[in-house]
């Protein structure tokens, strides 16, 4: 898990939007979701929120109406260790790894692909920022006092508070203390989001709970290549592996009748005389790391040209703003853990640069128990390569690497499912994956959910009648508060706060993030 830093997360909470335009089905109001403003955010906050269907776009941190709103937005993983390539998934590898070996530019009709795009929400850049804060930054710095004040020292048992200087002003102990209360279990991205799996019946095929049986010489060889890739591995910051010939130990591959898994097809060891030359980078994107500042100029071209080449934005849309607000700006905190990938955690742009130049990005968040697709961009010039497929494998072998060194980091989460959009629903082709369902908040195979949104667009997966929402809010009173510079729980500030009650919001909000999300992160109010 990534270790807590010293700053909590800080969020305005603005409540159920207006119904703004679907990007899917063109409706004109009937996307519902409701928002809020991330000022800051640690890495596992953000993590147990898009485990309760949650995502952001920028600073703006959004959750669908499920039950109302026009198209309903599932949260989809892909258990990213279990994943096999299909047929199509190996045919984008193949082009790829062809056209870099031979220049071969045989454009294979782009219609047999199911998208351009891995990612949705082309719109989203769009609807956030009529709700964007206007808080001044010195409303938000909390102020410090003595180790000795704490605010679970005020109204412990009962529903009184004690005097006012007992109220806990803001120091990074205590949040960290807050942080590490409700600690997930490994490999399940939150306490209230437990995978829903029935173990296989005799003779129904492999158990994928279990790991892979290995021969002892592919462990030799495992061995043997990870001291030859100890004396690979780059150290700077901007290069995803030295030379990009390291793949995943733990997949390595010796076995002759077993399928070729996407490792096989990016880390192939390429001709002399290869005609191009593919590289990855992965830089920091916020706090922007010199790398990324670097390359920004070069990088907005090619989201400028994306958005007007392939969602025929008008040349005055896709400005140098929107990109910042939409793709660069992020309210994770930078965070690294002894245990956690060599990068750390947070938001990063992962760049795709050929013979020099960068015709791909792909917008990612690197969070405790996954990797998190947020956007892709390219540029139209290299339609012919697939690009978005290309890239959402790219990102699974990435996750499978950082697993290595992360073992808890082994999910792939690709944004949100929508069955309802026909041109969306590709995403459930990178398998086994998961839906989030959007009452009890545990993960379901998508197998056993098509049919369920086959009859009806929302749907709840958790065919348990009698489950609930393990992670809902329990105590409203124990909701931290940011007010005035000061921290407190909600029963504290309820007492002080003069005029017309706002009880209802703040339950609503708590309600959406949760019990321990409510806790851990300051709800700042005015």
């Known amino acids: 898990m990534a270790a807590g830093g010293g700053s909590p997360s800080i969020v305005e909470f603005f409540g159920g939007e207006d119904g703004y335009r679907c990007g899917y089905c063109r409706s004109d109001t009937g996307n519902l979701s409701h928002g809020m403003w991330a000022h800051s955010m640690t890495v596992q906050d953000y993590q147990d929120l898009i485990d309760r269907g949650w995502r ?20 989809i993983r892909c258990r990213a260790l279990h994943f096999q390539a299909s047929k199509s998934h190996k045919k984008v590898l193949k082009k790829m790894l062809k056209f870099i070996s031979k220049g071969d530019v045989s454009k294979v009709a782009s219609e047999e692909e199911p998208m351009d795009s891995h990612v949705e929400d082309v719109a989203t850049c769009d609807f956030p920022h009529k709700s964007e804060s206007q808080v001044s930054q010195s409303d938000l710095t909390p102020l410090a006092v003595d180790q000795d004040e704490r605010v679970e020292n005020e109204d412990k048992d009962s529903g009184e508070t004690k005097e006012e200087g007992n109220v806990q002003k803001v120091e990074s102990d ?43 010489k ?84 090619v989201y400028k040209r994306y958005q007007m080449v392939i969602h025929k934005d008008p040349p005055d849309k896709p400005t140098i703003n929107q990109f910042t607000r939409f793709l660069c700006d992020s309210p994770l905190e930078a965070e690294h853990a002894p245990n956690g990938p060599d990068c750390g955690y ?3 742009h992962q760049q795709y640069w050929l013979d020099g130049k960068i015709i791909a990005v792909g917008v990612i968040d690197i969070l405790p128990y996954c990797v998190s697709s947020v956007y892709l961009y390219y540029d139209p010039d290299f339609s012919f390569l697939s690009l978005g497929v290309y890239s959402a494998l790219r990102e699974i072998a990435f996750t499978r690497q950082l697993c290595v060194k992360a ?120």
């Not at 790391?289 to 070069?298: G, H, L, P, R, V």
């Open 407 to 526: 073992p808890d980091l082994c999910f792939y989460y690709m944004g949100f499912y929508i069955h309802s959009c026909p041109k969306m629903r590709y995403k459930g082709q990178y398998r086994p994956s998961d839906l989030l369902c959007p009452e009890t908040y545990v993960w379901t195979p998508i197998e056993q959910c098509l049919p369920l949104l086959e009859h009806s667009k929302y749907s709840r997966f958790n065919q348990d009648g009698k489950a609930v929402d393990e992670g809902r809010l329990k105590e409203l009173g124990r909701v931290r508060v940011l007010h005035k510079r000061t921290v407190m729980p909600y029963s504290v500030y309820k007492k002080r706060r003069k005029g017309p009650s706002d009880e209802a919001s703040v339950q609503q909000y708590a309600s959406l993030v949760g019990q321990t999300c409510s806790e851990r992160m300051l709800l700042f109010r005015s």
């Open 346 to 348: 947070g938001s990063f």
């Open 174 to 216: 205590s949040v960290q203390i807050c942080a590490d209360k409700d600690t997930p279990v490994p490999a399940e991205p939150s306490h209230s989001a437990k995978a829903v799996h029935a173990p296989p019946k005799p003779g129904k095929g492999a158990d994928l709970s279990k790991p892979l049986c290995r021969k002892a």
């Open 56 to 75: 952001r776009s920028g600073k703006y941190v959004y959750k669908p109406i499920m039950n109302q709103t026009c198209c309903p937005q599932y949260t």
């Open 218 to 301: 592919d462990i030799r060889k495992e061995r043997k290549l990870q001291k030859l890739l100890q004396n690979q591995m780059g150290t700077a910051e901007g290069s995803q592996l030295q030379g990009d010939q390291a793949f995943l130990l733990q997949n390595s591959k010796s076995k002759t009748n077993q399928p070729k898994n996407i490792e096989d097809f990016v880390f192939v060891p390429l001709p002399d005389d290869a005609r191009h030359k593919l590289e990855v980078r992965v830089v920091r994107s916020s706090p922007p790391s010199s790398q990324f500042k670097a390359t920004f100029q070069e990088s907005y071209q």
